[in-house]
């Protein structure tokens, strides 16, 4: 059984800090490349951020800036994103993904939501 589960998220004032966690179960986690999207509300889901299957190339998108960050702990089977800075226009629902670095086949979680909020 293949589980992608996120956690972090919830409600943060401007200019705070979120660190997300997604933890995979079921897979060859190092086998996987993992990416991390959002989907505001009544938006497409996005690409945000995502990093190679032992930890290189970290890339980001066009939705993320200097106050994103993608890392991976291979041995926790755990993908992060650290968010700095948060503004309310952040406030989405974070996904992560995991895909396979030959098959190409790919794994989603459920989802986190972080709300950006006075």
């Known amino acids: 059984q293949v589980q992608l589960v996120e956690s972090g998220g919830g409600l943060v004032q401007p200019g705070g800090s979120l660190r997300l966690s997604c933890t995979a179960s079921g897979i060859i986690f190092s086998s996987y490349s993992m990416s991390w999207y959002r989907q505001a509300p009544g938006e497409q889901r996005e690409l945000v951020a995502s990093?190679?299957?032992?930890?290189?190339?970290?890339t980001y998108y066009n939705y993320a800036d200097g106050r994103f960050t993608i890392s991976r702990d291979n041995a926790k089977n755990t993908v992060y994103l650290q968010i700095d800075s948060l503004k309310p226009e952040d406030t989405a629902v974070f996904y992560c993904?995991?895909?396979?670095?030959?098959?190409?086949?790919?794994?989603w979680g459920q989802g986190t939501q972080v709300t950006v909020s006075s």
């Open positions: 990093i190679g299957s032992r930890g290189a190339e970290p």
């Open positions: 993904k995991a895909t396979h670095i030959v098959t190409m086949g790919d794994y």
